[in-house]
């Protein structure tokens, strides 16, 4: 029994909107959602970032607006573009130590 997984079938900008205010999901500026939901795409926004709000195939908690996910996904972006900044320096540093320690200990071809 290979039953093949149904999918969604793709819907525009307005009806995602409408479909998230099916689900309860408070919409207080419907152009700033539209232009969010173009940019970011509701799969990346929605999908990733309503964990927590609503229970899955459920309606959102009360109170949860569009907004609040947004920012849920804009401090994310903001806290990865600091984190990997940070680590990109340590894998530097490590690189180097490691390129250095095998260069002492084995020669500059080791």
Same mark, same amino acid.
């Given at each position: 029994?290979?039953?093949?997984?149904?999918?969604?079938?793709?819907?525009?900008?307005?009806?995602?909107?409408?479909?998230?205010?099916?689900?309860?999901?408070?919409?207080?500026?419907?152009e700033y959602a539209? =232009?969010?939901?173009?940019?970011?795409?509701? *799969? /990346?926004? %929605?999908?990733?970032y309503s964990l927590?709000?609503k229970p899955k @195939?459920?309606?959102?908690?009360?109170?949860?607006?569009?907004?609040?996910?947004? =920012?849920?996904?804009?401090?994310?972006?903001? *806290? /990865?573009? %600091?984190?990997?900044?940070?680590?990109?320096?340590?894998?530097? @540093?490590?690189?180097?130590?490691?390129?250095?320690?095998?260069?002492?200990?084995?020669?500059?071809?080791?």
């Open positions: 029994m290979n039953e093949k997984k149904k999918h969604q079938p793709p819907m525009t900008i307005d009806e995602q909107v409408e479909n998230l205010r099916s689900l309860g999901l408070i919409i207080n500026d419907e539209k =232009k969010i939901l173009n940019d970011v795409s509701y *799969f /990346r926004l %929605i999908k990733a927590g709000f @195939n459920g309606h959102y908690n009360n109170g949860v607006t569009f907004e609040r996910i947004v =920012k849920l996904y804009l401090f994310n972006a903001n *806290f /990865r573009h %600091i984190t990997f900044a940070e680590i990109e320096k340590i894998e530097v @540093n490590v690189r180097c130590r490691i390129a250095n320690y095998f260069a002492e200990t084995y020669g500059v071809l080791g």
